[in-house]
């Protein structure tokens, strides 16, 4: 696990998230785990990388993300991509819910970290990019680590 300096440690990012869609807003969830997920969030045995958020009947839930069975859990884990429940407010949900209905706005979660012993999910309003800003955002990437190469060499 990863240490930040605000008190939140960090377990899982999405890194693909940031690579396939312009994250407009990002939004705090609580995440609903069972005990041997929990154990097993903490071990970081978690993937990120397929997952998307969905609203049913005005509850939001996180799809496609793998948390792996916990070692020491014989009949208590859980099935690992199975629907997990988060924790927003009702006023925040329907906002969601109206953006992505309307201007075909994607629900992504971003990163999993623990803040005071509860597991948090950042999800981001995200937009899909296309081939052309994926290409423009490598080269914009690729000349920035030349710059700093050449800065560094002299």
């Known amino acids: 696990m990863k240490k930040q300096s605000d008190g939140n440690s960090t377990v899982a990012t999405n890194r693909k998230a940031y690579h396939d869609y312009f994250v407009t807003e990002t939004y705090e969830a609580g995440l609903e785990l069972y005990g041997t997920e929990v154990k097993s969030v903490r071990q970081g045995k978690v993937n990120l990388k397929d997952a998307w958020c969905s609203i049913d009947a005005g509850e939001l839930f996180v799809n496609g993300m793998h948390i792996s069975p916990y070692d020491h859990g014989n009949i208590f884990n859980r099935d690992p991509l199975r629907k997990k429940k988060l924790l927003m407010h009702k006023k925040e949900i329907l906002k969601l819910f109206g953006l992505t209905k309307q201007q075909g ?32 955002t490598a080269a914009r990437k690729s000349a920035e680590r030349q710059i700093e190469r050449t800065l560094k060499e002299q």
């Open 105 to 136: 706005y994607a629900i992504i979660p971003l990163r999993i970290y623990f803040t005071r012993g509860r597991a948090k999910v950042e999800i981001g309003l995200c937009k899909g990019k296309k081939l052309y800003d994926k290409r423009e």
